[in-house]
Each structure stands twice: as structure tokens, then as C-alpha cells.
């Protein structure tokens, strides 16, 4: 029996799959330079908030508040989701909250 998917669940998996070809592009940029990927805490969880889709960055939000672990520090990485950007012409900027 095949299960059709409601609106909503296709929504969020298109949310998934482009959350996942930006995690992409993130690990390429940092790939490229291993002095940021050695700058960042050795465990963490990684937000992604891209500065153009704000459906996506509200659906990071609310997973960050939903799944995060507490022990672990937080990187936000923002970023254009648009395939006309690349991470080569318009650089990720990563940010790591300071614990006071």
C-alpha cells in the first residue's frame, strides 16, 4: 500500500533537501580552508540560516529549540540559499556565541 504525504510533510521535506544542499556547500567552504574548520569547537551543533529563505530559517529555529543539545556549543552559519549564489563568490559567515 503506498502512502500518499500530506502537504505539510512535503513542505518539510523540501525544507530537508534544501537544508542538506546547503549543508553541502558549507562543508566545501570549509573544506577549502581548513584554518576555519579548526577554528570552530571540535563538537557542535550547527544551525543553518539562510539570509534569503526565510521559511527555511524559521524551520532551523525551531529544530535548534526543539533538538539541541545543551552540552554541546552552537554554530550559526548564515548564507545565501539561492543556486545563483556559491560559496566561493558570497562567503558563509559562521558565528559562535559566547557562553557568559
Known sequence: MERKMTLPAKK?????????????DLMQ???ADPRVL?????????VILPDDDPEMR???LKLLD???????PI???RLK?????????S?????????V
Do not use: C, H, M
Not at 579548526?38 to 550547527?46: G, Q, T, V
Open 66 to 72: 526543539a533538538l539541541a543539545n545543551q552540552d554541546k
Open 81 to 89: 540559499s539561492s543556486r545563483k549564489a556559491s560559496w566561493r563568490t
Open 75 to 77: 554554530v550559526f552559519a
Open 58 to 60: 524559521l524551520y532551523n
Open 38 to 46: 579548526a577554528s570552530l569547537p571540535s563538537d557542535f551543533e550547527l
Open 29 to 31: 567552504f570549509l573544506l
Open 12 to 24: 518539510n521535506r523540501r525544507v530537508v533537501e534544501r537544508n542538506i544542499a546547503l549543508l553541502g
Open 91 to 99: 562567503q558563509p559567515n559562521l558565528y559562535v556565541p559566547l557562553a
